[in-house]
């Protein structure tokens, strides 16, 4: 789910992912697999994810949806 969201918040910024590499400095390589979910995100990517969106851990992460609803239970 993340990789969707990601992909989906720098799509919605107009961001490559070069730019966002820069942004979490690490390589553009480590963005598209971070997208395509073959590599984990760490606790700093996820911090540095949400202040560079401005989304909450819990979206970026698919813990809740474009409303703030949690979609687990």
Not at 3 to 29: F, H, N, P, W
Not at 45 to 51: E, K, T
Request: hydrophobic share 35%; proline share 0%.
């Amino acid at each position: 789910m993340y990789g969707k969201r990601i992909k989906e918040l720098r799509e919605e910024k107009g961001l490559s992912q070069a730019a966002v590499a820069c942004a979490l400095q690490c390589s553009q390589r480590t963005v598209s697999r971070y997208e395509l979910e073959q590599i984990d995100l760490s606790t700093e990517a996820i911090i540095s994810l949400c202040h560079l969106f401005k989304v909450s851990a819990d979206y970026l992460l698919g813990l809740e949806d474009e409303t703030g609803a949690k979609t687990y239970r």
